[in-house]
């Protein structure tokens, strides 16, 4: 039986309140359940957060003194200085006068928000308490995420407040009482007073109690003890139904269409679970207001019109469900590329698309919208023909409406793109495996003929001067310009394979960098006047132009000597007349060094070439001898130390080399 209790009984339960104004929160929801909840905010101890429990909303912070306001923390209790205090009870002053969230980032180095906690009952709603948390040292990310995830421990416990009012409010108006159910007058008279079908139902859906209404449906006749869907004049339940999804969540059913013969709207359903003192479901409520008002319906149709000429230009699979899970409205693309009629679809659940294996995940996703908003995962959908495409579902509920809506985004091309990428990155890496396995044994063919070549060079050099320096034994004019002849060529060939090896050991990252401090307004006019007798034999002026602030660098020393010696030395090898201009300029963390000639310059055509192994350009290939070596490996060189060349010419007119460096090569690159 269901009674509503007594005045005398109602004045013996003053702790139990079932007025929303006077109702507080932790009446509705125990402080261990709170802090239970107030956990999501903090991690690691680097987060505080509390619950704070107003005793009537009406009443303003100044009266703190004087009302008391309850204090629940969660596992690390707040450590507040007294500013940091005063500026918490300002941010509580404005949930209670505003009803919005508040964030406050004015203290160093603390993050203080809070975030109201509504009781949400018959269309109003009324503040019960507020989330407060603080945060030190947040970053961005975790000041977007700190204030989301307190807006959602204040939802969650709103939410709580409010079913836990509404099954209070149920259980404390009706009452099982032995075999059968029946009202006092008073609880009679005000569910008479509703208008709509209201009834009572089991767990087989048999009716156990209705009103006067109900009775006028069936043409004056109780329908007590039949199936609510046959009192109805359907011959089966509607799918889903709503009592039947209050009894199996255990959560009301707000607002469910059903539709006529002819596809129209025609009714809005309610369900309310009934506890029974064990606060376990004993029945349901069921409220079914007929949708008779033609405004109503034609709103209502034109609404679910426009949402379906809407989602009809959309290539992704949408759905529109009820607050049940009901499927009102799915569009073309989802009925044409699944096989289905529309009529397989509407008023099923919106699930029923999805494979078996993955109905978790779309349940799943359906807990964390209402939740939330919006939430999504990767679920696979079956076709009429048994074909399975994957998709990526975003599902949004409207709390508003009591909607949700359903998107399935077909990613068959995206994985099938993926699979490729990764198929041609394994074939990549596997050429590339190849790669580094030719070039170690071009590598080790370099070092070999090497050292076949360098040590007879050596002994030939060697020999050579020897014979230069015999004073007992001294050689003709002739044999001296011969023997100069033989020492010139093996000092060029002997260079070539120091080049050669040079440039094996940077394609095999086998270069070593030895880093040091190196002052530039000594270093450069040292090997300036190396170079200075090259000039100086073809008449050119060797020109230094010196920053007056140049840093000491740290860098390899020997390294950029050797780019600087290839650089000027090409410029005199290339000038035929004019000057050699070498300019140094440092800016905030690299310096420069530039090398400008007047010399018979480069093609544009071979500027991009210029760096690469063995190439000459056309202007020079005639005219100067080389191995085609040396710019290869000052470029090398310079992306080791971190920088590179750059190179500007205009045939006829000379070359410009810059080489641009960091001031500070912190480690060697690999």
């Known amino acids: 039986m269901i009674k509503l209790n007594s005045p005398a009984q109602r004045d013996s339960n003053k702790h139990i309140h079932t007025t929303p104004e006077r109702v507080k929160l932790t009446d509705l929801m125990s402080k261990n359940d709170i802090a239970e909840r107030i956990m999501a905010f903090c991690a690691d101890g680097v987060a505080t957060a509390s619950v704070f429990v107003f005793d009537d909303a009406s009443t303003g912070l100044s009266m703190l003194e004087n009302e008391p306001i309850e204090q629940i923390h969660g596992e690390n209790p707040p450590c507040l200085d007294g500013a940091q205090h005063a500026k ?15 964030l406050d980032h004015s203290a160093e180095g603390m993050l203080t928000l809070t975030s109201p906690i509504w009781l949400k009952y018959d269309g109003h709603n009324y503040l019960k308490g507020c989330f407060a948390g603080s945060l030190t040292c947040p970053s961005k990310r975790q000041l977007e995420s700190s204030v989301l995830i307190a807006k959602f421990v204040a939802d969650t416990i709103s939410d709580r407040i409010t079913y836990a009012f509404g099954s209070r409010v149920a259980r404390y108006e009706y009452q099982a009482l032995e075999h059968e159910l029946k009202l006092d007058s008073e609880l009679a008279a005000m569910m008479e007073n509703i208008g709509a079908k209201l009834m009572v139902v089991d767990r087989d859906l048999n009716i156990v109690w209705h009103n006067s209404v109900i009775t006028k449906r069936c043409n004056g006749v109780s329908p007590r003890g039949k199936l609510c869907y046959e009192a109805m004049g359907a011959v089966a339940r509607c799918n889903p139904c709503p009592a039947v999804m209050t009894f199996k969540t255990g959560k009301p059913q707000l607002n469910v269409y059903g539709k006529n013969s002819d596809g129209m709207i025609a009714n809005r359903t309610s369900a309310m679970p009934i506890l029974d003192s064990e606060g376990k479901i ?11 008002d033609a405004a109503e319906a034609s709103q209502a149709a034109a609404e679910l019109a426009s949402y379906k000429h ?3 230009s959309s290539d992704d699979f949408m759905l529109m469900c009820d607050n049940s899970g009901q499927v009102l409205a799915v569009n073309k693309k989802m009925i044409e590329t699944l096989g289905y009629a529309e009529s397989d679809l509407i008023g099923k659940h919106g699930n029923s698309a999805v494979v078996t294996e993955d109905l978790h995940k779309f349940h799943d996703v359906a807990q964390s919208a209402m939740q939330l908003g919006i939430a999504m995962d990767s679920v696979r959908v079956q076709g009429k023909n048994g074909e399975i495409i994957p998709t990526q579902m975003m599902l949004a509920y409207d709390k508003e409406r009591s909607v949700y809506e359903i998107i399935f985004r077909n990613i068959s091309e995206r994985l099938q793109m993926e699979k490729e990428l990764r198929e041609r990155s394994e074939e990549l890496q596997a050429q590339n495996f ?14 070999n003929v090497s050292h076949e070549l360098r040590t007879p060079l050596t002994s030939i050099i060697g020999f050579a001067e020897l014979l230069f320096e015999d004073i007992d034994e001294p050689l003709s004019k002739r044999q001296k310009q ?34 040091g401090s190196l002052k530039l307004h000594e270093f450069i006019p040292h090997i300036a006047a190396n170079l200075t007798p090259l000039a100086k034999e073809k008449n050119l002026a060797l020109n230094l132009h010196l920053d007056d602030k140049l840093p000491t660098v740290h860098t390899d020393e020997n390294k950029l000597g050797q780019i600087l010696v290839n650089l000027i030395s090409n410029a005199i090898k290339f000038t035929n007349q004019g000057t050699i201009d070498i300019t140094a300029t440092a800016q905030a963390t690299n310096f420069e060094i530039s090398v400008k000639d007047t010399g018979i310059g480069i093609p544009e055509t071979d500027l ?19 191995s085609g070596l040396g710019l290869t490996i000052a470029q090398g060189m310079a992306g080791l130390l971190g920088g590179k060349i750059l190179v500007e010419s205009e045939v006829g007119k000379g070359s410009t080399f810059t080489i641009s460096l960091p001031i500070a090569l912190s480690a060697s690159p690999n």
């Open 88 to 102: 918490l009870l300002e941010l509580i002053d404005a949930v209670r006068s505003k009803g919005e969230n508040q």
């Open 282 to 292: 004993h029945h349901v409520l069921v409220l079914i207001n007929d949708v008779n």
């Open 310 to 312: 809407l989602i009809n």
């Open 434 to 447: 190849k790669v580094l396995a030719m070039a170690e044994e071009r590598d080790r063919f370099f070092r």
């Open 482 to 515: 011969q023997l100069q002849r033989v020492v010139g060529n093996s000092h060029k060939l002997l260079s070539m394979v120091n080049d050669i090896m040079d440039i094996s050991k940077i394609d095999a990252g086998r270069m070593e960098i030895h880093i």
């Open 608 to 626: 991009k070439e210029i760096f690469k192994e063995f190439h000459r350009a056309h202007t020079q290939a005639s005219s100067v001898r080389g």
